[in-house]
């Protein structure tokens, strides 16, 4: 005899979370790009050779010397990025606020 919850759970037709199936998604993480735009454009033909169907960013995009097209040239992909900001990252925009950065030593 089958437990109480697990017959309602049957009946009810619910999957336990850890059963469901999901479409497989291909990820391409980036991480630590510096302002490296040629180095982040060579990565990026990869990326779409491999048919990527989303881009996570792991942080530190902007601390480094192109950062402006740097970042143009993540936010203007055909493919969906998502931004995880890094600590060079907060230091960029803390400067930029006109805040002393507290996160890197000088």
Known sequence: MW???ITIARRA???PATARTFPAMRVAALYDIHGNLPALEAVL???RSQAADLVVVGGDVMP???RTETLD???GLDIP????RGNGDRVVA???R????VEVPA
């Open 45 to 47: 033909l990869d990326v």
């Open 13 to 15: 037709s619910i999957v």
């Open 73 to 75: 040239c993540l936010t």
């Open 3 to 5: 437990p109480a919850w």
């Open 64 to 66: 480094g010397p192109m």
């Open 94 to 96: 803390a400067q930029h």
């Open 98 to 101: 006109g805040a002393e950065p």
């Open 81 to 84: 990025v998502r931004f995880i």
